[in-house]
């Protein structure tokens, strides 16, 4: 049987505090208002009044990683004190907390996309349809045409009388024949097979689903200034484009296959149903979106630090400590990520790449095994990067 407890703070007392690591449970304001907000001012932007039915700590809680915010009582406040083991039975009891947490991450994620955005490249992201021929132009230019392929074919669908629609055309009719792009619509069987390199979607598209990758790994970026910024590599387990799904808006980012994937897509409907009758399912996936917000706030922490090669660093530990190897007792690590990869989620300009990288290889904690990265001391890899942080703010 479900039993929660109750706690009380007096107005001005500190609940939470960013960096802390205990993260054991998250709160429900039953009553009072509190003020949410980062001391380290990662976020440039105002505090945060949450009030009754609000929630507090849920993605430290989730993620299982330090506090990511402060929260101080603005009045006397009682929570309703949540322990991570218990989250799958309150699904069961009150499915629209699932919900609203769920809701309340795709939102949060959004907001911080455009935040990583602003701040690692000075650039906006556009809504509009347009978008999708300057996507599929990126990539032609780039030579990834089985991903301009795939979204010159959106562009044509949804600006049937576009600016650019002949010269989109044009060119998905001459690199269709020779790229393996796939799912050009939404096919009916729900198990998808996705070859390396192919767009599973386009930012700015519609979407209708999300998705469960149950093999390979899914990249997720956006073309912002002639670049690509990687937000996230996915793995086995993982979900994404659930914001799509659940705000009812258009994609706020691509998913590409990082290599061969086989993925389960989940509509509307089918997702409804997982959350009344699958708890540990739905609990998977709020902490999916956790780590994913957690690693959101970590990014945006690294557009701060001015030194590439520090940034490097810095983006390097943080998939460290996205797996938590340091906990698991690793000290040494393979990882699928290129240096390219790394180049691209620090948003570094390509004129800097190349001397970053020279830097980079002359360090005794990286090293590059078959082209991948291979970190040979992870905590002390963790340790360095924390001291960047600090040294920036």
Aim: aromatic letters at 10%; hydrophobic letters at 40%.
């Amino acid at each position: 049987m479900l039993q929660l407890s109750f706690v009380n703070y007096k107005k001005g007392s500190y609940i939470l505090v960013e960096g802390n690591t205990d993260n054991s449970r998250f709160y429900i304001i039953k009553s009072g208002r509190a003020q949410v907000f980062t001391e380290t001012g990662i976020l440039d932007q105002k505090p945060i009044i949450y009030g009754p039915g609000d929630f507090l700590g849920v993605i430290p809680c989730m993620s299982g990683h330090s506090q990511i915010e402060s929260a101080v009582a603005l009045t006397d406040v009682v929570l309703i004190s949540v322990r991570k083991d218990q989250y799958p039975e309150l699904i069961v009891k009150n499915t629209p907390v699932a919900l609203k947490i769920i809701k309340t991450f795709a939102n949060r994620t959004r907001t911080l996309n455009e935040i990583l955005m602003k701040q690692s490249s000075n650039a906006s992201s556009s809504d509009t349809l347009t978008q999708l021929y300057n996507v599929a132009q990126f990539y032609d230019q780039t030579g990834k045409l089985n991903l301009a392929t795939y979204c010159y074919y959106q562009y044509i669908k949804y600006c049937p009388t576009g600016e650019y629609i002949e010269s989109a055309k044009k060119r998905f009719i001459k690199l269709k024949p020779i790229t393996q792009a796939v799912y050009f619509e939404i096919p009916k069987e729900s198990v998808r097979k996705y070859p390396k390199d192919t767009m599973i979607f386009c930012e700015n598209q519609e979407g209708r689903e999300m998705f469960i990758i149950q093999q390979g790994q899914v990249k997720i970026s956006k073309v912002v200034k002639n670049q690509e910024l990687i937000f996230a590599v996915l793995k086995k387990g993982d979900f994404f484009g659930e914001m799509a799904l659940l705000e009812n808006k258009p994609r706020s980012a691509s998913a590409i296959a990082h290599d061969d994937c086989v993925l389960m897509s989940v509509n509307a409907e089918n997702f409804n149903q997982l959350v009344t009758t699958q708890p540990q399912l739905v609990a998977r996936l709020t902490t999916t979106l956790a780590d994913r917000l957690w690693s959101m706030y970590r990014q945006i922490a690294n557009t701060k630090i001015l030194d590439p090669v520090c940034k490097i660093f810095d983006m390097l530990a943080l998939q460290v400590e996205k797996e938590k190897l340091v906990e698991n007792g690793n000290k040494s690590y393979q990882f699928e990520l290129t240096m390219q990869d790394l180049m691209n989620m620090c948003s570094i300009p390509q004129m800097e790449q190349r001397p970053v990288a020279l830097k980079i290889k002359q360090s005794t904690m990286i090293k590059i095994n078959e082209g991948k990265l291979f970190v040979t001391d992870c905590k002390e890899l963790v340790s360095m990067a924390s001291k960047f942080r600090k040294q920036k703010n």
